[in-house]
């Protein structure tokens, strides 16, 4: 691991200097100082405290792994004796500087650093760090019930791409979009990231086009569905993207392949996407379990063994979910994943990594 934060002392008779690459033993114990004091940093016990003097006699600084998380806070917030004017500000210094320790003991081989124009904030180097990181954020605030919602956030954000002119796409313009009809409650999850967007930017910023790509695979994977690789680097946009580019729920399997080949995706790719309707309220299956049921329920086409009258049948799916089972090309690919589930993960998995990469603009640019 490589660690920058200023000079370090430690308790044991290892000895660190700014900047360390060092590997610490079980009972190393190192003191990063702060403002006022000092963090001390157990690795036995993956804990540390902030103590010492300049009106932190009252408080305490904790920042704790938990399996896969990382959670820093400051307890006792109100200002000792000799700093009347204990800030805000001060707290999420700490707090930040908390997160670093716990970084540089928690992920060895990374590259954890504290800018030096930026005394606030962290610098993180390692894309598949800030990977785990949001994902640790994004564990905190996940449930199976929220899982559904929060997977919607990247069909929608990604659903405006429009290959005809390369507009549209994994942008963040959702946020612009919240008014829309199409979008309506999208509020919801958007509030749920918002929370594991503000802790992610102690350590470094996220923008929402990763951070709903991101999310959308970790929803999956709350559910029991496979992992899904998302890389980071996507640009946010500045505004709304045009409107009239998401796919109605009401068009039929013919007017759906159109739609979906105007942004660039397959049949096949279609309808391994709408496999996501195999969680929430849809009526496919168990709504918190990600699985295949989404096509077994479409060769049953219960909607019309009961009937128009039937309450509870004519509920299940939307217009074009019913669609895909009467159409041929599309029922291929419904028999093949309801047969396979695993041929279904795999598929789903490649397909949404090319949804949430549809349309993005990157930096650096990709080549």
């Given at each position: 691991?490589?660690?920058?934060?200023?000079s370090i002392?430690?308790?044991?008779?290892?000895c660190?200097?700014?900047?360390?690459?060092?590997?610490?033993?079980a009972?190393?114990?190192?003191?990063?100082?702060?403002?006022?004091?000092?963090?001390?940093?157990?690795?036995?016990?993956?804990?540390?405290?902030?103590?010492?003097?300049?009106?932190f006699?009252?408080?305490?600084?904790?920042?704790?792994?938990?399996?896969?998380?990382?959670r820093?806070?400051?307890?006792?917030s109100?200002?000792?004796?000799?700093?009347p004017?204990f800030?805000?500000?001060?707290?999420?210094?700490s707090?930040?500087?908390a997160?670093?320790?716990?970084?540089?003991?928690?992920?060895?081989?990374?590259?954890?650093?504290?800018?030096?124009?930026f005394?606030?904030?962290?610098a993180?180097?390692d894309?598949q760090?800030?990977?785990?990181?949001?994902?640790r954020?994004?564990?905190?605030?996940l449930s199976k019930?929220?899982?559904?919602?929060?997977?919607?956030?990247?069909?929608?954000?990604?659903?405006?791409?429009d290959s005809?002119?390369?507009?549209?796409?994994?942008?963040?313009?959702?946020?612009?979009?919240?008014?829309r009809?199409?979008?309506?409650?999208?509020?919801?999850p958007i509030?749920?990231?918002?929370k594991?967007k503000?802790?992610?930017?102690?350590?470094f910023?996220?923008?929402?086009?990763?951070?709903?790509?991101?999310?959308?695979?970790?929803?999956?994977?709350?559910?029991?569905?496979?992992?899904?690789?998302?890389?980071?680097?996507?640009?946010?946009a500045?505004?709304?993207?045009?409107?009239?580019?998401?796919p109605?729920?009401?068009?039929?399997?013919?007017?759906?392949?159109?739609?979906?080949?105007?942004?660039?995706?397959?049949?096949?790719?279609?309808?391994?996407?709408?496999g996501?309707h195999?969680?929430?309220?849809?009526g496919?299956?168990?709504?918190?379990?990600?699985?295949?049921?989404?096509?077994?329920?479409?060769?049953?086409k219960p909607?019309k063994?009961?009937?128009?009258?039937?309450?509870?049948?004519?509920?299940?799916?939307?217009?074009?979910?019913?669609?895909?089972?009467?159409?041929?090309?599309?029922?291929?690919?419904v028999?093949?994943?309801?047969?396979?589930?695993g041929?279904?993960?795999?598929?789903?998995?490649?397909?949404?990594t090319k949804?949430?990469?549809?349309?993005?603009?990157?930096?650096?640019p990709?080549a």
């Amino acid at each position: 691991m490589a660690l920058s934060c200023g000079s370090i002392s430690t308790s044991s008779s290892l000895c660190c200097l700014s900047p360390i690459a060092c590997t610490p033993p079980a009972s190393l114990a190192c003191h990063f100082p702060l403002r006022g004091g000092y963090l001390q940093l157990e690795s036995r016990h993956l804990a540390s405290s902030l103590g010492g003097s300049s009106g932190f006699r009252n408080r305490k600084l904790s920042a704790n792994c938990y399996g896969s998380g990382i959670r820093a806070s400051l307890d006792n917030s109100s200002p000792g004796p000799e700093s009347p004017y204990f800030t805000d500000e001060d707290k999420n210094v700490s707090r930040r500087q908390a997160l670093l320790a716990v970084l540089a003991f928690t992920i060895p081989g990374s590259q954890v650093f504290q800018p030096q124009r930026f005394p606030q904030a962290l610098a993180v180097e390692d894309e598949q760090m800030k990977i785990e990181l949001i994902q640790r954020e994004l564990k905190k605030v996940l449930s199976k019930g929220k899982s559904a919602g929060v997977l919607r956030l990247s069909f929608h954000d990604a659903g405006t791409f429009d290959s005809s002119d390369n507009s549209g796409g994994m942008n963040g313009s959702l946020l612009f979009e919240l008014e829309r009809p199409e979008s309506a409650g999208l509020q919801r999850p958007i509030k749920v990231l918002q929370k594991a967007k503000k802790e992610i930017e102690l350590a470094f910023p996220v923008s929402w086009a990763d951070l709903i790509a991101v999310a959308g695979a970790a929803a999956v994977l709350e559910c029991d569905g496979p992992v899904i690789p998302v890389r980071l680097g996507r640009l946010d946009a500045s505004g709304p993207d045009p409107e009239g580019k998401m796919p109605e729920e009401t068009l039929t399997a013919s007017e759906l392949k159109r739609t979906f080949q105007s942004k660039g995706f397959s049949t096949q790719e279609m309808v391994a996407l709408s496999g996501a309707h195999t969680i929430g309220n849809k009526g496919f299956g168990n709504p918190n379990l990600f699985d295949n049921s989404y096509f077994q329920i479409l060769l049953q086409k219960p909607w019309k063994i009961g009937g128009p009258d039937d309450g509870m049948t004519s509920m299940i799916g939307l217009a074009t979910d019913r669609a895909l089972a009467d159409d041929e090309e599309c029922l291929e690919w419904v028999r093949v994943y309801a047969a396979d589930q695993g041929r279904f993960f795999t598929d789903f998995s490649a397909v949404y990594t090319k949804l949430v990469n549809t349309g993005a603009r990157w930096t650096p640019p990709q080549a």
